[in-house]
């Protein structure tokens, strides 16, 4: 089993690319935004405790993640791999994926960053906004936070990534099969 990190800003399409790129090469889809929301529709404890994060746009604290993440990796480990969806999203998150990939003997294969422009992330979110039903989609000034929190937060995890030699950086413009294509090409 090996783990390909799908990285990238919110909005950047992350999530969308996921999903296709999981079908397309059979790992599993692991998105920990989507994990957490099926945890508060489920009223669980972890689901009650991220709503008040993901609500104003921050990010759910590290702790919070570690067993979640842990798990995924247990479950999945028959599979032929997992595509990492929005984690890790901090330095400390990063130490924490690598201990975890020692501990299960898996590997980090490549880190897939789709490059999103500031201008277009804008547009975007505020194109999701229109129809979303998340509660971190209504309201644009928590909008922004996420992105800004991505930038101070988030940004830094991709050098990280890019110090070890482990990116490839794919542009995110473009319509969704056009991009699904140029992720495919990439790895
Ligand atoms: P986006 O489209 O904004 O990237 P996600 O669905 O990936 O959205 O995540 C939604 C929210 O869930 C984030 O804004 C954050 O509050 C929380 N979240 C998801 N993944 C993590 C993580 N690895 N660390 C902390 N918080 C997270």
């Known amino acids: 089993m090996e783990i390909l990190i799908l990285f990238g800003a919110p909005f950047s399409g992350k999530g969308t690319q ?19 929301r099926a ?4 009223h ?3 689901g009650l405790k991220a709503e008040t994060y993901i609500r104003q746009g921050h990010l759910v604290p590290d702790e919070l993640l570690d067993e979640m993440i842990e798990h995924e990796i247990i479950k999945c480990k028959s599979s032929k791999g997992i595509i990492l969806d929005g984690y890790p999203r901090t330095i400390n998150q990063a130490h924490t994926l690598h201990s975890l990939a020692q501990k299960h003997g898996v590997a980090i294969r490549r880190v ?9 992330l804008i547009a975007r979110g505020i194109h999701r906004g229109l129809d ?20 101070k937060e988030t940004k830094p995890v991709g050098k990280y990534y890019i110090d070890k030699n482990m990116t490839v950086t794919i542009s995110g413009i473009g319509d969704i099969e056009e991009v699904a294509e140029r992720i495919l090409a990439s790895i």
């Open 18 to 36: 996921g999903k296709i790129l999981s079908q397309k090469i059979g790992f599993q889809h692991v998105s920990t935004g989507d994990i957490l």
């Open 39 to 42: 945890e508060r529709q489920n």
């Open 44 to 46: 669980t404890e972890l």
């Open 112 to 120: 897939l960053f789709l490059d999103v422009p500031h201008d277009e």
């Open 132 to 151: 979303s039903d998340r509660i971190d989609d209504k309201d644009p000034a928590i909008m922004n936070k996420r992105i800004e929190i991505y930038r």
